[in-house]
C-alpha cells in the first residue's frame, strides 16, 4: 500500500494483559514515530526510531512500554501489564528523513480499549 | 518542557463565516506544522512553515508562524461544512518529534 498501515485497528483487552500494535510504514521511509491519543487531546510523543535503533524514548510512560523495529521497516509497540488508563488511539507515522520540518506520514491508528 | 496551548478548543460558527486559531508556547520550535484529522483516521499535514513571520496561503486556509517562531494562526475565510474536523498544531523540534497542540474541534453549520 502508499500509505502507513497499522493493525489491528481496534483491540480490546483485560486489565493485566499484554498487547502488540504493529505499524507497517511507507516504504524507504527511515524514520517511524509512535504516538498516543486520548480522547479530545492531541497526540503524545511515545518513541522516535530511525532505522533499527530507538533515537528517542522519552516519551514511553513506564517499563511497560517497549517498541522494536529489528529491520529498519516494521515496528512493534508492546505494551505489558496494561491498565485501563492505556486505553487510547495509538497513531504510528513515518517519514523519509527524521527533520524536524519533515513530513509525517500518518497511519489510522489502532484504538486501544482496556476493560 | 515544551507546550503548545492551542484556542479555542471548540468552535462552532454559521457557513460563510471566518475564524482563526491560534497556537502559543514560551518556547522555540524549528518549524510548525498544522494538521487536520477526521475521526478514526490520522492527523494529514496541511502545511509546515519554518520560517519567523512566514506566511502561507492554502485556498481559503491562511497560515502565519510568528517572528519569534513560538506561536503560530490559521485562518479560515468563508468556512464551508466540508472545513468541519479536528485541527492540530504541532511544533517540530530537533530530532524529529512533533509536540501537538491539544486541538480546535470545529464544527461549520450550513
Known amino acids: ?115 | 518542557t515544551q507546550l503548545l496551548e492551542q484556542s479555542p478548543q471548540f468552535l462552532s460558527i454559521q457557513e460563510g463565516e471566518n475564524l482563526t486559531v491560534y497556537c502559543n508556547s514560551s518556547s522555540v520550535f524549528s518549524s510548525l506544522q498544522w494538521y487536520r484529522q477526521e475521526p478514526g483516521e490520522g492527523p494529514v499535514l496541511l502545511v509546515t512553515v519554518v520560517t519567523g513571520g512566514e506566511v502561507k496561503k492554502l485556498k481559503r486556509l491562511t497560515f502565519q508562524f510568528g517572528d519569534a517562531r513560538k506561536d503560530s494562526s490559521l485562518h479560515i475565510t468563508a468556512a464551508q461544512p466540508g472545513d468541519t474536523g479536528l485541527y492540530l498544531c504541532a511544533g517540530g523540534v530537533p530530532g524529529g518529534k512533533l509536540i501537538f497542540g491539544q486541538g480546535t474541534e470545529l464544527s461549520v453549520k450550513p
Open chain 1, 1 to 115: 500500500g502508499a500509505g502507513v498501515s497499522q493493525t489491528p485497528s481496534n483491540k480490546v483487552t483485560e486489565k493485566g494483559k499484554y498487547v502488540e500494535l504493529r505499524c507497517d510504514p511507507i516504504s524507504g521511509h527511515t524514520a517511524l514515530y509512535w504516538y498516543r491519543q486520548s480522547l479530545g487531546q492531541g497526540p503524545e510523543f511515545l518513541i522516535y526510531f530511525q532505522g533499527t535503533g530507538a533515537a528517542d524514548d522519552s516519551g514511553l510512560p513506564n517499563d511497560r512500554f517497549f517498541a522494536v523495529r529489528p529491520e529498519g521497516s516494521v515496528s512493534t509497540l508492546k505494551i505489558q501489564r496494561t491498565e485501563r488508563g492505556d486505553s487510547a488511539v495509538y497513531l504510528c507515522a513515518s517519514s523519509g528523513g527524521g527533520g524536524a520540518a519533515d513530513t509525517q506520514y500518518f497511519g489510522p491508528g489502532t484504538r486501544l480499549t482496556v476493560l
